[in-house]
């Protein structure tokens, strides 16, 4: 390390010791001195390796030492993140931000001012909050954590002490966890809190920094776009998860509205503070005096008292009647009363409508530096988070579409048999023409069961959101595992019904999305699109929706079926094959990568994950998902929240601007391409052998905790999907990768890449010039390489030899094969003597929590093995819980 890192890494530690010794004190102001003994005993056996020699604990105190050391991370975490943010402002001095050297970039390899600009007018950058089943930290907790950060930003001090110390107080005597299973309206709360606050003021400075670069080069954003805006799955998300109902997505939608919405009522109410113009002494644009009167005359609401006091301030009265339709629209919202012309507003767009009415004023008498100021701010917080904060996409498996279509096709009885007896291309056919047709299927609401009912009345709700908040309520809907295009069309048929769709009227009001899961349904992406595209009702639906197709890829359930080399290399060629499919057919193909937090599930450094996207996929607009910890670690404290962010905007303009041909030859192409078919393929039938043995099922369910998702209040959706509930097969990618996690085998995120890159070491030069030169190969790597060293193969012996049957036992030895291999590879290809060489912060900081992750680890072993004897209690299951959220934090990541 150097010397500035010593210097950081000498200053982190000092901080740690503070807020853990304040916890410490803590402890036994609450418990008495007995814990926090112990906690210092199991420390020191952890340390020498004596864990074993421990006595076992009670339930009770099991609980409470698994909670001290969860809080330890917890706080430790948050000391971390208030030292990268430091750290990232020093460097932002010295080096500038990632805007400023992605610009430096842009002029170093010539990009023109012209097509910068044609690039702004559809830069859109967009992460989608989805609710995670192993995030378990509550709202009151997050915001001590936000005040212990600020507290230690701050000068030493007797106040300084005093308040660390009442705040780490009160995190230990708050209790972490929740009481019962978290419904989808609470997860929405959690995603509504990180939205709040990054309306408050990172997006807006994000924003403003790409402008003042535009500026220099005599560019703009257009006044309305902003190229940050949001999504959310949480209360959409329906695939599996019987939780979230037709109501609930109702009900999140009018949370996030109210919270939408107060928060612009809050900056409306700053700016009316600040525009106090008088136009005795200034002028003011004709057009914003009428509007205000006409405005005045809708609203009784507008207490005598301003129309007095603000008679000769006309920005403040105008911004009056703003903030009083903003009420009203809340209020008819939660109400869900009807629209009522010039009262509330119908949709943001009637709201920036005013705002740039008043925007252009205030640049022509007060000029632009006024204008651009805290207006330009609320306009461009407008364009970003809506009314609702985040755009919701509802998403829902194919095969509930066509067990509700079967019921509908079936009572017609015009297809002459059984509509669940049509293979893939039969219904293609019957789908093609249904919606050629004018009449519908059926009358409203339609005659289905119960369970078809929650599938149509999704899309009733979605038409009433958009009746109600406005289109961007919700834009996309998203086909979980489409096996083919009839999955697609199954869906738009639907949505036709609920009169979402009408050709024949030229109505399109949502997009749908192929999600595509497996290593199958990526290889099929070409066939899929073709018949999609080729499909002339399908067509003239992309035609109403301006020639735009978005397609999901799935990291996870692709990982979980081919192992993390195949499934990295066919999620690249997908997008390539993709991309060439839309072009050929005149359409503009946006790729929504669903990324997960862990590397296993898509996680990594999201800069270098674009610029390792094939080239020309990219083109200034950006969709993927932000999950669990991950949200949390990226967004709980605004200076990384808006480091985050503007990586994502440079990362989407140097991947649209800089890599709009392939950065390899073509011979390079072809050799390379066809050496990665060959590690993919010899990868894959590794991860399959391995995946696919008799003994996993046994050997999977009894070293992870994996059963605790299932049997413990974590998250609102199942474990299992419903349609395929046996066995690993029905099991979700997430309880997957946590189980594996937990026990730090963490199989999904490098099991298959040793016997991959040995199956070409006749071609080793070759390999280390694709990790030198192709950004793709180098980013997969650099990710195995962080998994690698997260993996503790000591630990997990501890899980199989307490937990597995013996007769299971045989696979460990296969992990520990395949990780040596896989270690040893990697390092020859990367030429690195050590894993995380070149990170030698993050290689320590790794060393350090495994002196507090062993013993949580230790802890819940001991815990499953009596919890599976058949010991249950609330101390036990919470302590079990403890450990889970303790091994989550530690480790970063858990799924």
Request: hydrophobic share 40%.
């Amino acid at each position: 390390m150097t010397h500035d890192e010593h210097q950081r890494a000498d200053d982190l530690r000092k901080d740690i010791r503070v807020v853990t010794s304040l916890l410490g004190q803590a402890v036994v102001k609450s418990e008495g001195q007995e814990l926090l003994d112990l906690v210092e005993q199991v420390r020191h056996a952890a340390k020498d390796g004596s864990l074993d020699q421990l006595p076992p604990l009670d339930a009770a105190s099991a609980m409470t030492l698994a909670r001290a050391f969860a809080g330890y991370f917890h706080l430790a975490n948050i000391t971390e993140q208030h030292h990268r943010g430091r750290a990232l402002e020093r460097e932002r001095e010295v080096r500038g931000g990632p805007l400023d050297r992605t610009f430096a970039a842009l002029k170093d390899r010539g990009v023109g001012d012209e097509e910068l600009a044609e690039l702004l007018r559809r830069l859109v950058v967009r992460p989608v909050f989805t609710a995670h089943p192993t995030e378990v930290a509550r709202r009151t907790n997050l915001d001590k954590l936000r005040r212990l950060s600020a507290l230690l930003g701050e000068p030493d001090s007797r106040r300084r002490a005093r308040e660390l110390e009442a705040v780490v107080d009160l995190f230990w005597q708050t209790d972490p966890i929740r009481l019962e299973r978290p419904e989808p309206l609470d997860e929405a709360r959690n995603g509504v809190y990180y939205l709040e606050g990054l309306a408050g003021a990172a997006v807006p400075d994000v924003v403003d920094r790409l402008r003042e670069h535009l500026q220099d080069r005599d560019l703009d954003l257009p006044l309305t776009h902003s190229p940050l805006q949001f999504g959310s799955w949480i209360g959409g998300d329906r695939d599996g998860n019987p939780r979230v109902t037709p109501q609930v997505t109702r009900e999140v939608l009018a949370l996030q509205a109210s919270h939408g919405i107060a928060v612009l009522r809050r900056k409306v109410d700053e700016l009316r503070r600040e525009l106090s113009v008088s136009e005795r002494l200034t002028g003011v644009d004709e057009a914003v005096r009428e509007r205000t009167h006409v405005m005045l005359d809708s609203l009784p609401e507008v207490e005598p008292r301003y129309r007095r006091l603000n008679a000769e301030e006309p920005y403040r009265l105008f911004l009056t009647c703003v903030e009083v339709r903003l009420r009203l629209t809340e209020r008819r919202i939660l109400e869900g009363a009807p629209h009522r012309e010039g009262r509330d507003y119908r949709t943001e767009q009637e709201l920036l409508e005013d705002l740039q009415l008043l925007h252009a004023s205030v640049e022509r008498h007060q000029g632009s530096v006024v204008a651009d100021g805290n207006l330009l701010r609320l306009v461009r917080t407008v364009a970003s988070f809506g009314f609702c904060l985040a755009t919701l996409d509802v998403r829902e498996h194919s095969a509930r579409h066509h067990l509700a279509l079967g019921q509908l096709f079936d009572r017609l009885g015009t297809l002459g048999r059984p509509y669940a007896d049509l293979d893939a291309s039969e219904r293609l056919k019957v789908l093609g023409d249904e919606l050629a047709q004018r009449r519908p299927l059926s009358p409203q609401p339609p005659p289905v069961d119960d369970d078809a009912r929650t599938v149509t009345g999704a899309f009733a709700v979605v038409r009433e959101a958009l009746d109600v908040l406005g289109p961007r309520a919700v834009e996309s809907y998203i086909i979980s595992m489409t096996h083919d295009a009839d999955d697609v069309l199954a869906a738009v048929v639907l949505a036709r019904e609920a009169g979402l769709v009408d050709l024949a009227s030229d109505r399109a009001d949502i997009g749908f999305v192929p999600l595509l899961e497996t290593v199958d349904e990526l290889d099929r992406v070409e066939a899929i699109l073709e018949s999609l595209f080729t499909d002339p009702s399908y067509r003239r639906l992309l035609e109403l929706r301006g020639d735009f197709q978005e397609v999901m890829l799935g990291y996870s359930d692709s990982n979980k079926a081919g192992g993390i080399t195949t499934s990295q290399w066919q999620i690249q060629r997908a997008q390539r094959i993709g991309h060439d499919v839309a072009r050929r057919h005149g359409v503009r193909i946006r790729f929504f990568h669903g990324r997960g937090g862990s590397v296993g599930r898509g996680g990594g450094p999201t800069y270098e994950a674009l610029l390792a996207l094939p080239f020309g996929t990219v083109n200034g607009d950006v969709k993927l998902t932000e999950q669990g910890e991950v949200i949390s670690d990226k967004y709980n404290l605004p200076v990384l929240a808006r480091e985050n962010l503007e990586l994502l905007v440079a990362g989407t303009l140097e991947a649209s601007l800089l890599h709009r041909t392939d950065r390899r030859s073509a011979q390079q192409r072809e050799e390379w391409d066809a050496l990665t078919d060959r590690v993919s393929a010899a990868a894959h039938d590794r991860y399959r052998s391995f995946a696919t043995h008799d003994d996993l099922p046994a050997y999977f369910t009894a070293s992870t905790p994996v059963d605790l998702l299932g049997a413990l209040h974590i998250g609102s959706r199942p474990s299992k999907r419903p349609q395929q509930d046996a066995g690993l097969d029905g099991l979700r990618a997430i309880p997957w990768v946590f189980g594996w996690t937990q026990s730090r085998q963490i199989i999904p995120g490098w099991f298959g890449v040793g016997s991959g890159l040995a199956a070409a070491e006749d071609r080793e030069d070759e390999l280390q010039e694709m990790y030198r030169s192709w950004p793709f190969f180098r980013s997969f790597l650099d990710n195995v390489a962080m998994t690698l060293a997260k993996t503790d193969l000591d630990i997990a012996t501890r899980y199989v030899e307490a937990l597995a049957p013996e007769g299971t036992h045989h696979l460990l030895d296969q992990v520990r094969a395949e990780h040596a291999l896989t270690v040893e590879r990697l390092l020859r290809v990367t030429g690195d003597r050590q894993l995380l060489e070149r990170e030698p912060v993050l290689r320590t900081t790794l060393e350090v929590r495994d002196n507090y992750l062993a013993p949580l680890h230790h802890l819940q072993v001991q815990l499953l093995r009596r919890h599976r004897d058949g010991e249950t209690g609330p101390e036990l299951e919470r302590a079990l819980l403890f450990t889970v959220n303790g091994i989550a934090a530690g480790m970063r990541n858990t799924g």
